[in-house]
């Protein structure tokens, strides 16, 4: 399994030259599965950029797992190259809504006023799933998909291969204002999901003196995602969905920050960046550095 990184912003893209690091676009991380199947996490506007690197004739179905439909995971969707070409299988899957289908929900986003071509028009095969509660195949992997703490009907991913685990939780607050030292793990929003996983990207939006503003947005404190990492078992946690005002030298000092509470230098917290890649391959997280 390889994954790369194509946005790590959360709510708001914050291109410009106080995040030329880690980067400006929003939520998008690719994977590309042992047989050749390539999976999009969300539809930020960085999967422009993955949808160039597929190309417009990929030569297998496409699958893009929206986690929800707030704009910053969904934005890019209508500028992935691969639904503009006709033959092209695109599979899109996302939370089931009660009221209203997924091609419903996403249709409000693209046609008319706020898009000039409506869903409808896409010249690709466009087939859209409700996840299901059941583990589901694509292509060579098992995808877990499960409700998650955060505004409107979210979900994360668990993504396995051959024995090695992926967690993808970009928005989630797992305990809203209350200590998740002092729950059991079955009350953790999300935990079944990220169980002894060898890699997990997780929400880490806020600073800590940032995050009583901020309860019940549906996010995390970086203290809490360092917090649940450990409680869960996980090998390497990468900090994501970075907050847009949050400069660089802002990121840096939450890795340090998040470094210091692992207290464990191997598979320390590393920060998501833009065209950053993970490998797992044999027994081995391999974090690709610059």
Known sequence: MRIRVWGTRGSLASPGPRTVRYGGNTSCVGVTLRDGTTLSLDAGSGIRELGVDIGSS?????????????????????????????GVDVHVWGPASTTRSLAERVATYM?????????????????????????FTIGSATVMAGFVSHQGPTVGYRIEEDG?????????????GVDLSSLSTDWLSG????????????????FDEEYPSHIGWGHSAVSHTVALAQRAGVRQVVLFHHGPAHSDADLERMLAIARDLWRDEEHAPVLAYEGMEVVLEDDQVVVRSR
Do not use: K
């Open 58 to 86: 990929p030569d297998r179905p496409v699958h893009v797992l929206l986690t929800h439909l707030h704009m910053d995971h969904l934005q890019g969707l209508a500028f992935f190259a691969p639904l503009w070409t006709a």
């Open 111 to 135: 046609s008319p006023p706020l898009f000039p071509i409506h869903l409808d028009d896409i010249p690709s095969n466009l087939v859209f799933h409700d996840c299901p509660d059941e583990p």
């Open 164 to 176: 090695r685990a992926l967690a993808y939780l970009p928005d989630h607050e797992p305990a809203i």
């Open 191 to 206: 935990f079944e999901l990220m169980h002894d996983v060898d890699v997990l990207f997780h929400d880490a939006q806020y």
